[in-house]
Every structure is written in C-alpha cells, then in structure tokens.
C-alpha cells in the first residue's frame, strides 16, 4: 500500500492583510489562513475578538519578527456603541445585566463635546474580559467564574475621535488610539458621560500604523483562488515584503561589506549623528537586512535580523 504523503510546509515570507470576519477568534483566522497557504510558519499581529472584524495582519516566515512592532503602533476602530444597557462583557456576546434611560433629545454637538474630553493622554481601567494577567490568571477566565478583581488604570492616547452616525438609541464613532486601549471600555465611559449605559454591537478595525487603506482580504478570496490555476502562485502575490510593516522608520543603506557585517551581528559606524531609536536596514542593492538601533550616537547594531536566502 502506498502510503499518501501530505505536502510539505512552504516557506515563505511575507505580510497578508485579512479582512478578519465575525465569528472566528483571530487565531482560528490564522489557522485557516496558515493552512491555506499551506506555511510553514505564521503569526497574527492584534488580537480581534471575535465579533470585531477588519485588519488582521497575518506574518509568514521572517515577517513574523515584526509582529510585535505591529502590536505596539497605533490603530484605528470603527465601533458602534448601543446606549441604555450594559452587558457582562462590555459588548454584543455578554448578557445585558443592567439598563438604564437614554437621555432624551440627544443630539450630534453634545456627544461630540463629550467626544472632545477623551482627546489625549487619559487613564482607563481594563475590562474583567481581557487577556491581562492578575496572580497568573488571565482576567477573562477569572469572569467566567464569576469573580471580578480591582485593576490599576492605565494611560492610553485618544489621537482622534469623530462622530459618523447617531440614532435615538446608539451611535457610530471613529477612534485613532495607542496599543492597551480598550474600545468597549470607551464607548462604556462615553454612555456614562451621556448619563446612560452602553455595550458594543459593532467593532471593525481600519487600519494599524502603518497600513493605512490597502485593500483588506477575506478568506473567501483566499479559497477562490485555491481553486484556480497556479494556486500558490495567485496566493502569494497578495502578499506584502517584511519590510512594509516598518515603512514609518527612517532608512540606512550599506555596501555589500557593511551589510555582511551587519548579517553577523556586528556593529557599523555611520557618519553623521543617529537621533532615531530604530532604522530599517538595507544593502546597496536594495535587500532589506532588517532593523538595528544606534548602540552610540555614531555607531548602530543589527536588533532584528532577516535570514538571507
């Protein structure tokens, strides 16, 4: 009997952005990609719950070195927040454990001033359902049990905050805003400025810094094309070089002698002063080596590096 054997994982590198759908946890979306493209090796970047959808980058290969840049840059939602009750989980999933009036004669000034008060530098306390840590428990197991603990507020940045739409019972904003921001927890704190309670029923990320409005894939376009000619060949041509999840650091060229130093983790002198705390790293013929920091202000190190093939 001839045994079937299965085809081997491809390596590859590269950046796809997935249009993830509702439903699916960000991880269950990796799966499905990572089996599509039949990787050997895949991560995402920013965890999605599983009823927001939008911008899931998935990393292949040494683009995975970058996830964690990804993770840190800034990031924009679009959400709507449904006012007059509260669920147990802050959105759509939980069950509604409170309610409460919607102040009458709600109008666009008004929420836009309340908008304008979470602008900046504030402090927000996370949900009980979130994957932080208290004495080596996640927080959303211990929910599930019933047990809610006190948690330290946290600063986070508001870049932006617009209004898009707004009904007698809910509203419909943008949000540009750093890593740790909890967007359940702001459209909570913005019912209670209203006066009123609020829940999430609608989350979709737009963009992280710094993909701003490339077209997102869905997997549904990903198993259209599996079913066509040069399959592989169609799915890899959606994706994007390692290097585009760094474009917004500044760049340093090398001869071939520099760049062969660099790849062996050695440090080389720059003329001129680093004043940048990361530089994305290139050879003079355009290959991209990775990302060094200045280990003096005239001197820089490689700090993540590409395998060359």
């Not at 290969?61 to 990031?75: R, V």
């Not at 989980?89 to 304008?116: K, Q, V």
């Not at 001129?272 to 005239?298: C, E, M, V």
């Amino acid at each position: 009997m001839i045994q079937k054997i299965k085809d081997k994982r491809r390596q590859l590198d590269g950046i796809l952005l997935l249009d993830k759908p509702k439903g699916l946890t960000s991880n269950q979306a990796l799966q499905r990609v990572k089996r599509l493209y039949n990787a050997d090796k895949a991560g995402h970047s920013g965890t999605l719950d599983p009823m927001a959808t939008g911008m899931l980058p998935i990393c292949f290969g040494e683009a995975t070195k970058f996830a964690g840049i990804l993770l840190d840059n800034s990031k924009q939602y679009q959400f709507t927040c449904k006012l007059g009750e509260k669920s147990n989980t802050g959105d759509a999933e939980g069950d509604i454990i409170a309610t409460e009036a919607i102040p009458p004669n709600l109008t666009e000034e008004r929420l836009t001033a309340i908008f304008s008060q979470f602008i900046g530098e504030i402090m927000q306390i996370p949900p009980m359902v979130s994957a932080l840590h208290h004495q080596g428990k996640r927080l959303y197991e211990l929910a599930r049990e019933g047990i809610e603990v006190e948690r330290k507020p946290r600063k986070i940045t508001i870049s932006k905050l617009t209004l898009d739409h707004l009904t007698p019972e809910s509203f419909t904003a943008t949000v540009t805003c750093s890593k740790g921001t909890y967007v359940r927890v702001l459209a909570e704190d913005i019912a209670k400025e209203l006066g009123t309670l609020g829940h999430l029923t609608m989350l979709r990320r737009i963009t992280i810094e710094p993909y701003g409005l490339e077209k997102l894939i869905s997997l549904e376009e990903l198993e259209a094309l599996l079913e066509g000619e040069n399959p592989y060949e169609s799915l890899d041509a959606l994706l994007l070089p390692a290097d585009s999840a760094v474009t917004d650091l500044p760049s340093l060229i090398f001869t071939q002698e520099e760049a062969r130093r660099i790849l062996h983790g050695q440090r080389i002198r720059i003329e001129g002063k680093l004043d940048h705390n990361l530089y994305r790293l290139y050879s003079d013929d355009n290959q991209f080596l990775g990302i060094g920091a200045p280990n003096t202000p005239t001197s820089i190190g490689p700090k993540r590096i590409i395998s060359q093939s």
